[in-house]
Each structure stands twice: as C-alpha cells, then as structure tokens.
C-alpha cells in the first residue's frame, strides 16, 4: 500500500470511530426482557421500516445524524407533505367558428321574401344601378285578381356609402330611363320625398307592349337610398301600397347603414366583443339544420328598424348558449344582438313581443 492510499484509510477510520463515538452514546440498549418480544415483531416491521426509508429518500434525499458524514447536507429542514392537485376534467378549447355575414343578403329580408317566387342574386341589373357587392329582388301580386297590381322590389347593396351616393345621383339624374320606360308619358314628374337618406319618384304611363295589356296604366317608380345600399319598388297600376313599401323597406335599411344607431330611449348594444368575454345576446331566432327554409333576414329587419344591427352566429361560438336553448349536436345558428347588461337586453326584447325573444349570458368566441 502506497503512502496516498494509507492517508486515505487512516482518514475513513478515524470518521467511522468519531461517528460511533457520537452515535453510541444517544442510543440505550433495551432490557434483556425486550430483546426476545422486539425479535418477535422484527420481521413484521422489517417491511414497514424498508417502505419509510424509500418514502424518506424520495421526499427528502436521506437523513444523516451529526453534521460531519461526507455527501450531506447538514441541518436539512423535514420534507413537507405535497397534496397532488385534484384531477379536473380538459380544458376545452376555444370554438374558432366565423361569426362574418355571409356575402349576401339574408333570405327574409326584403318584405315581400316570403310570398315570391323570383327572390334571388342574380337578376339582370340596369345600367343605372353599376356593380353592387350584392343584390336580391323580390316581387309579389298584391290585392284581388280583377285590379291585382304586380309590386317588384330590387335591392342593392355596395361597398360603402360613398359608392352608393354616386349612384343614386347618377339616379336622380336619369330617373324616368332608369325605371326601364325611357319614352313613357311622365303622369307624375319626379320627385325627391325626405324618405331615408335620399329618394326619388316618378309616375308614368305603361307603353303599349305586344300584348296590348294595361296600357296607359300608371306605373309608380320609387327609389330609396339609406347608407350603403339602394332599394327600388315600382309596380303598376299604380296604389299607395307602392310607396308604403318603399318607406316601410327604410327603416330596415338601417342594417346597410354603419351610421344607424337605436331609437331614443334604447339601450345600446355592446360595441365589440372580446375573446372570453361576458355578454349578454338577446337572440331573436333559432336556425337549426333541419330547418326546410329559415328566413333569418326578418328578424334582421326587425332589430334594424329599431336601430340595431343583428347577426347570424353560430351558437358553438357563444359559450353557454346550447345548453340554455336546448340543443344538440352541431350547425345550428341564432340571430342575435349583444348588450352589456341583463336589464339592457330585456329592454331591447320587450320592445320586440312578437319574436319572443330570449335573453342570455354567454362567453362570446370567435372575434
């Protein structure tokens, strides 16, 4: 054995004597009447003993008694006892549904949508009325078969105002050619009533066609502009029911009109939802898939006509609101506006009695 390795013993025997030196002394040998009773429960606490010196190592490293044993650290504080978290269930994650308009006007809208047969987007548009973003027309045969008259609405929607200012101007301009009878006898000049936020109207005499029918007959022509979108109703012969719808069409234009707000007295509706947020939605009407042929555009126009302007969400995107309307699976949809309060939203539904209307708290998503 070299010098190095003799240091080196003489120093582990020396500990190992200190240490029993120390250790000895604290620990009383029990009486001989012991011995034999304690050999009895050795073996049964063996396992218990083994079980506490892992639990002791997992929890707090190992105890040393002394301070001076090599690989310790002396005066460790116990281990505290950690409580696991109680199991949850998953976080669910965040709906990420569209809550955008579709790129149309919503079927209902207009107010003769339900009785027409040729409500569409895609009729062959004047000259006069350029490209709009979107446009939907609708017509319907009004009164008894012998003085039935045909009323036809056309509905143009652009981009922004501006846009539709300049048409209607172009309009105005050419009225009594926009109407489609350029060479008609003007029975009525025009006229620029305070509906919306612009109008025009003319009364002309129906030309003579091949058919000879209803000649001379006079032919109301109405055009309306409020915001950004342009409506025209035109029918003949010519009743008050022509001008009625044409004031009656303003009112839920307000839906094109980003300037449009509630009527006095109404609450206002939340400016801007938030990711996570609390609202409370007034939904005016369910739309479930098996739904054969929803028209959320009436409830649409029932909310403009009072200032608000409604969308077609998904209710996957309002949190809570499955559960609260009792539905099921996926697709459905609601129209709905939004308010900071309860007593705001059941304000804005007392004034809407016949679309029985439901009020909702909600964690809105898909912003």
Request: proline fraction near 9%; hydrophobic fraction near 40%.
């Amino acid at each position: 054995m070299n010098p190095d390795e003799a240091a080196q013993t003489q120093a582990v025997d020396d500990a190992f004597r200190g240490l029993r030196t120390r250790v000895g002394p604290s620990v009383a040998g029990p009486p001989a009447t012991q011995i034999v009773a304690r050999g009895r429960r050795r073996r049964a606490g063996h396992v218990t003993l083994a079980a506490v010196a892992v639990l002791a190592v997992l929890t707090g490293g190992y105890a040393a008694v002394g301070d001076g044993l090599a690989g310790t650290r002396p005066n460790l504080p116990p281990a505290a006892t950690v409580t696991a978290p109680a199991p949850t269930s998953p976080v669910k994650a965040p709906p990420t549904g569209d809550r955008t308009q579709d790129a149309k006007i919503p079927d209902g809208f207009l107010l003769r949508d339900q009785e027409t047969d040729i409500a569409d987007q895609s009729n062959d548009l004047s000259p006069c009325f350029g490209e709009p973003a979107m446009q939907r027309s609708a017509s319907q045969r009004v009164g008894p078969p012998a003085t039935e008259v045909n009323i036809t609405q056309h509905l143009y929607v652009y981009p922004d105002q501006s846009t539709a200012h300049s048409i209607m101007r172009n309009v105005r301009q050419q009225l009594q050619s926009c109407s489609g009878f350029p060479g008609a006898r003007v029975l009525k000049k025009a006229a620029s009533p305070e509906w919306g936020d612009e109008a025009a109207t003319i009364t002309l005499a129906l030309p003579a066609d091949g058919a000879g029918e209803h000649t001379g007959a006079p032919v109301r022509y109405d055009v309306v502009r409020v915001g950004a979108a342009i409506v025209e109703v035109w029918g003949y012969p010519e009743i008050p029911q022509i001008d009625q719808d044409a004031q009656a069409l303003v009112g839920r234009l307000c839906y094109y009109d980003v300037n449009c707000s509630p009527k006095a007295g109404r609450p206002a509706a939340l400016p801007k939802l938030t990711n996570g947020g609390e609202a409370w939605v007034a939904v005016l009407e369910v739309i479930e898939p098996t739904d054969p042929k929803p028209l959320p555009g009436k409830s649409i126009a029932a909310a403009a006509e009072l200032g608000y302007h409604a969308t077609v969400v998904p209710t996957e995107c309002d949190d809570g609101a499955d559960s609260a309307l009792g539905l099921t699976g996926s697709a459905n949809r609601y129209t709905a506006v939004y308010f900071a309060s309860q007593a705001d939203a059941q304000a804005f539904a007392a004034a809407l009695p016949a679309l029985r209307v439901k009020v909702l708290k909600v964690r809105t998503y898909c912003v």
